[in-house]
């Protein structure tokens, strides 16, 4: 079974209900670790909530979401095993996780079209770590 772990902070509060929506439609459940409203919050302390699930917890992912999708990738790589990739298309998350076993996807609220969300979170989700060696060797340089 694989945990899913998702927060936001204020600017992606409306478009993390719209990935829970389009995560629960693909079968998977999910945890919201919040915020619970648009009052304004600091990203890091969402990032810290979602990147201690998923260093926890093997088989698991974390979805984070602000308006840029940059500020929570910084926030989620500090912490150690964890692998954040911010995505902005298919070929992105495919990549993020074939190549380099991210476990955490950053997505930005502000500018995006909300089309895109679907396929890039089902990609994210489904594609599988190639487990070639040079990948492993370049993953293990991160550590």
């Known amino acids: 079974m694989v945990n899913i772990y998702i927060a936001s902070d204020h600017a992606g509060f409306k478009i993390k209900k719209k990935i829970i929506k389009i995560i629960s439609q693909l079968g998977y459940e999910i945890e919201d670790l919040g915020p619970e409203n648009e009052d304004p919050v600091d990203y890091p302390d969402y990032a810290k909530k979602v990147t201690t699930k998923v260093?926890?917890?093997?088989?698991?992912?974390?979805?984070?979401?602000?308006?840029?999708?940059?500020?929570?990738?910084?926030?989620?790589?500090?912490?150690?095993?964890?692998?954040?990739?911010?995505?902005?298309?298919?070929?992105?998350?495919?990549?993020?996780?074939?190549?380099?076993?991210?476990?955490?996807?950053?997505?930005?609220?502000?500018?995006?079209?909300?089309?895109?969300?679907?396929?890039?979170?089902?990609?994210?989700?489904e594609t599988r770590f190639s487990g070639i060696e040079r990948h492993k060797r370049r993953i293990n340089k991160l550590e």
């Not at 990738?73 to 095993?81: D, S, T």
């Not at 950053?106 to 079209?113: D, V």
């Open 55 to 125: 260093s926890k917890y093997k088989n698991s992912f974390g979805i984070l979401i602000c308006g840029s999708g940059t500020g929570m990738a910084i926030a989620a790589n500090k912490i150690k095993g964890i692998r954040a990739a911010f995505c902005y298309d298919i070929y992105s998350a495919k990549m993020a996780r074939y190549d380099n076993n991210a476990n955490i996807l950053t997505l930005r609220a502000r500018n995006f079209l909300s089309f895109k969300y679907k396929p890039i979170v089902k990609t994210f989700l």
